[in-house]
């Protein structure tokens, strides 16, 4: 029996999935529903379902996100979305994404029981497994280039990633938080960052501040331990031997030449 989770914040949704779909004379069986996205997630980490249908624009939630992060930590999983938001370039990256089908509400009972069927298809065609996999587990025969859907929501993870990174740089930012701004566990996305990046998240991030700490030094007045505050560093020594590991001057040398340069760094 393939297990179902139905994700909607519309309870009659969640009902109607549930009980007009003949689930059992499918092969499946409804393992669990929630009422939001973070519900869902839990949900689908805990059950491990091989079909989900879910709305994709939930209240607090990133649907696009929320579907890459599950593409690329399940990339067996087959996902079909309901939703009212009528959006051809947001339908086609959640397709992208390897969403199944984009069905929008009110769907008709033969689009429901096709894109059903279809996921049911595709699974048949899957060497058999038990539930399906995190992509780090899976074997040699994981599908999951970079050109395959997998792959593409691995990427698009990590430049949601990078984004919410660079806008943060300057605050107390960890891989935690980041992780559970993408609705992926912290490991995986260390995972996906070092294979999408060649670099870890305690480098990216220390570079993305020593980018900022640059701009300030040769376009503001602040002095050196004011930059280093508001990029990040609470410690000047720490800071000053980063930027020069980075930059090959000190901060001092660095502002200097580029006071020299009018400016320019």
């Known amino acids: 029996m393939y297990r179902v989770v139905l994700v909607?914040?519309?309870?009659?949704?969640?009902?109607?999935?549930?009980?007009?779909v003949p689930w059992e004379k499918?092969?499946?069986t409804v393992s669990g529903t929630a009422s939001n996205g973070r519900e869902g997630l839990a949900l689908i980490r805990k059950v491990k379902?091989?079909?989900?249908?879910?709305?994709?624009?939930?209240?607090?939630?990133?649907?696009?996100?929320?579907?890459?992060?599950?593409?690329?930590?399940?990339?067996?999983?087959?996902?079909?979305?309901?939703?009212?938001?009528?959006?051809?370039?947001?339908?086609?990256?959640?397709?992208?994404?390897?969403?199944?089908?984009?069905?929008?509400?009110?769907?008709?009972?033969?689009?429901?029981?096709e894109a059903i069927r279809t996921m049911i298809a595709r699974l048949d065609a899957l060497p058999k497994t038990q539930a399906p996999e995190p992509a780090e587990s899976a074997g040699p025969a994981d599908p999951a280039?970079?050109?395959?859907?997998?792959?593409?929501?691995?990427?698009?993870?990590?430049?949601?990633?990078?984004?919410?990174m660079r806008a943060h740089c300057a605050e107390r930012l960890s891989l935690g938080d980041v992780a559970d701004r993408v609705y992926v566990s912290q490991w995986h996305l260390s995972k996906l960052i070092n294979k999408h990046t060649n670099q870890s998240f305690l480098d990216i991030l220390n570079r993305m501040?020593?980018?900022?700490?640059?701009?300030?030094?040769?376009?503001?007045?602040l002095r050196i331990h004011e930059v280093a505050e508001q990029c990040g560093y609470s410690d000047l020594g720490h800071f000053s031997r980063n930027f020069k590991k980075l930059t090959g001057s000190t901060p001092g040398e660095f502002r200097d030449a580029a006071i020299h340069n009018g400016g320019k760094a």
């Open 8 to 20: 909607d914040d519309e309870h009659m949704i969640i009902e109607g999935l549930s009980k007009v």
């Open 26 to 28: 499918l092969g499946c």
């Open 49 to 113: 379902p091989h079909i989900l249908m879910t709305d994709i624009r939930m209240p607090n939630m990133d649907g696009l996100t929320m579907v890459a992060a599950l593409r690329s930590e399940f990339p067996e999983l087959q996902i079909t979305v309901l939703t009212a938001f009528r959006d051809f370039e947001y339908a086609q990256t959640a397709l992208n994404l390897g969403v199944c089908r984009y069905l929008l509400k009110p769907s008709k009972m033969d689009e429901l029981n």
């Open 145 to 164: 280039g970079p050109a395959s859907p997998a792959g593409l929501a691995g990427n698009y993870i990590v430049r949601q990633a990078l984004d919410y």
């Open 209 to 221: 501040r020593i980018e900022k700490a640059r701009q300030l030094l040769a376009g503001s007045g």
